[in-house]
């Protein structure tokens, strides 16, 4: 009777999964797109197919649609994995920047009207500049977990910065990206080209290609490019994969010396030995500066960061709190 009982049980659970996952079979089949790649990647991906098949024929996609648009979040099922870059590549070698004009000049009347995004390392940093105030407009902080210009399905930031401009109108934008691309893995590589592991000359050149490119859109509508740098780690599990990106977004930076700015937050993180330090002695009063996980920042290092963004923005712009 127990036993019957159970079964019972058992199989009432298994018809209830069945169904919700075939209710939810898109929401399963992102999910699955978004694991890193492995065994269990394509395990998922395998299951999921299917699903998101037999749900759509019968239209039982269409009541988790309707649920998310009227909740304002159409379009999160979505699998967009391609590199939206509309700028190509210069054919030929440029001709060298004409000479600096006058900067302009920015009062709190007349801010400099600043965007900051990226992953979870912008949003500190744009607090900061938010902070600040007077001259300095921040007209957005968008700070999205886990995600970067690896792997679009994600979260694509190369459609965001298709849109984010003509809505907020920035003069200078300020990305963080790469402490979540420090892997081997990468989504939306062109048809016919393979990226080898993180660090090979193929994996760089592909990151290259998307830093690059999203330097160039931007800077085609009138905007000045910020790449905030990866901070120094603690302990070993990034002290590899940093500088890789690092060194990606130096160089892209040096081929547009005009347009973008580098901000080398190792540097400026580090104690005088050039090593990882929580603390750092601001204003004469040792300050802790970098979270627990050490990686993060506290707000005391974001207004570092800041003050340190500003001074070499100066030699661009005349900003007078």
């Known amino acids: 009777m127990g ?40 395990v998922a991906i395998g299951v999921t197919r299917p699903l998101v098949d037999v749900s759509r024929t019968l239209h039982l996609t269409t009541p988790r649609h309707e649920l998310q648009v009227a909740i304002g979040r159409e379009g999160e099922d979505r699998i967009d994995t391609e590199v939206h870059l509309t700028v190509p590549p210069p054919t030929r070698r440029l001709p060298p920047p004409p000479p600096r004009q006058a900067r302009p000049v920015f009062t709190p009347e007349r801010p400099l009207r600043v965007w900051t995004a990226g992953d979870s390392l912008a949003a500190v940093p744009g607090q900061a500049l938010q902070r600040l105030g007077g001259a300095i407009d921040v007209v957005g902080v968008e700070s999205r977990l886990s995600t970067g210009l690896a792997r679009p399905v994600l979260y694509n930031w190369f459609s965001r910065i298709q849109t984010a401009p003509g809505e907020l109108r920035p003069r200078v934008v300020v990305f963080s990206f790469g402490a979540d691309d420090a892997h081997d893995y990468m989504a939306g590589v062109p048809a016919g080209k393979s990226v080898g592991p993180l660090g090979s000359a193929s994996w760089s050149a592909e990151y290259r290609r998307r830093v690059d490119g999203v330097t160039r859109e931007l800077n085609a509508k009138g905007i000045h490019v910020v790449w905030l740098g990866l901070p120094i780690p603690a302990g070993r599990g990034f002290a590899h994969s940093f500088p890789v990106v690092n060194r990606v977004l130096r160089a892209v930076v040096r081929a547009h010396p005009m347009t973008s700015t580098y901000v080398d937050t190792w540097s400026l993180l580090a104690n005088s030995r050039g090593r990882y330090t929580a603390y750092l002695r601001l204003h004469g009063k040792l300050t802790l500066v970098r979270l627990p996980d050490g990686v993060h920042y506290t707000a005391a290092a974001g207004d570092l960061i800041a003050r340190q963004l500003l001074r070499q923005l100066a030699v661009l712009y005349d900003v007078r709190s």
Do not use: F, M, N, Y
Request: charge should be positive; charged fraction near 20%.
């Open 3 to 42: 036993l019957t009982a159970a079964w019972r049980g058992i199989v009432a659970l298994s018809v209830g999964l069945a169904i919700a996952g075939v209710l939810d079979a898109e929401g399963l089949r992102k999910q699955a797109e978004i694991q890193p790649q492995g065994v269990q990647r394509r």
